[in-house]
């Protein structure tokens, strides 16, 4: 097991950490817009891979619409279904205190999500004072072409950030996104909530004083 010592630089995952999301609702707003069925779009967008390539940056938003049109037989604008995909996202305003508190111990801050251009560009859209705000490094997977938990995107974030791996903490709401992290030698935690997180970083040296 790794030493706690505090890290320079703390990076967390977007979904379920900072953000909230329903993924239900999307569906549902997907087969609204395009007139199909909300089961079958869940299936052929997360098990016939549509959502795993087009996060990895292998499609884009225009490509994943033609595919996603054939494959479900419906006909929808392409701008409509990336906002009804993209429409689910909630601010978990209980981090807000943690990310300015994070701000104020001078240690470095930043993102790595697996995600899509439109769900980004949807989350900056909303004007969240903490989207980009003040994210030294935002490491969005479908812009580097790799995603958690391969070995890749954290490789690639070490890099940006030029810090040992033990000097890096990870927060993520899944667990083998966890367990890669660790793998590449970070520090990293299960996310449960904003308070335990707190508590990890506080046992880590990092004082947010929340």
């Known amino acids: 097991m790794l030493e706690l010592v505090r890290p320079e630089f703390v990076f967390l995952d977007m979904g379920n950490v900072i953000v909230s999301f329903d993924r239900d609702r999307a569906f549902r707003q997907m087969a609204e817009v395009s007139g199909g069925d909300s089961e079958a779009i869940r299936t052929e967008v997360m098990e ?3 959502h795993d390539r087009i996060e990895r940056g292998e499609l884009d938003w225009p490509e994943f619409h033609r595919e996603f049109s054939r494959r479900t037989g ?3 604008d392409p701008g409509a279904l990336a906002h009804a995909a993209s429409d689910m996202f909630t601010l978990k305003i209980d981090m807000l205190p943690v990310i300015a ?3 104020r111990t001078g240690c470095g801050l930043g993102i790595l999500s697996n995600t899509c251009g439109p769900h980004w560009d949807h989350l900056l859209a909303q004007r969240y004072s903490v989207l980009p705000g003040n994210f030294q490094q935002i490491i969005l997977s479908h812009e580097v072409r790799a995603t958690k938990p391969g ?5 690639l974030a070490a890099e940006r950030v030029g810090l040992p791996p033990e000097r890096i903490f990870f927060c993520d709401d899944i667990p083998a996104h966890v367990e890669a992290a660790r793998a590449a030698g970070w520090q990293a935690e ?7 997180l707190i508590d990890a970083l506080d046992r880590r040296g990092l004082k947010l004083g929340l």
């Not at 070995?151 to 490789?155: A, S």
């Not at 299960?190 to 335990?196: C, H």
Request: aromatic fraction near 10%; proline fraction near 5%; hydrophobic fraction near 40%.
């Open 101 to 103: 508190g994070l701000e």
């Open 48 to 50: 016939g891979g549509l």
């Open 151 to 155: 070995p890749d995107i954290y490789r």
């Open 74 to 76: 419906t006909s929808s």
């Open 190 to 196: 299960v996310f449960t909530s904003a308070a335990a």
